[in-house]
């Protein structure tokens, strides 16, 4: 039995490392840190100038990037619930350390954590 756990556990870990990395690098190529400067078109720059890249081969990375970011965000779509999951139990374990008071405050800065999520270009 405690085998199966120890997998268990082991597979949700790995899960949750890859789903991060795969976050990582989706949010880095797509643009999403952007107004850090770190963007698509800058990445493209730095890799032509850094590695000789010929028009060619800077439009063939154009295409990888694309192609990355699609695959990306399908991974993202997917993993998505079980990141929404993750999220409502931390909160619910969250609620239950607050009094009531604090519950009211946490509930109205979780609503506008959500409406800030959903008005984020993805």
Avoid: C
Avoid at 67 to 85: H, I, S
């Amino acid at each position: 039995m405690r085998k199966v756990y120890f997998y268990f556990v082991l597979t949700f870990l790995l899960g949750a490392v890859v789903g991060a990395g795969g976050m990582f690098v989706f949010a880095w190529y797509a643009g999403h840190w952007q107004q850090r400067g770190f963007n698509r078109e800058r990445i493209i720059r730095h890799f032509k100038s850094e590695l000789n890249l010929t028009d060619p081969q800077v439009q063939q990375l154009r295409q990888i990037l694309d192609d990355t970011g699609k695959r990306l965000t399908d991974v993202q779509k997917q993993m998505e619930p079980q990141f929404q999951a993750v999220r409502e139990e931390t909160r619910n374990r969250i609620r239950q350390i607050l009094n009531p008071d604090q519950v009211a405050k946490f509930n109205e800065l979780v609503r506008k954590w959500d409406e800030r999520h959903r008005q984020r270009p993805h």
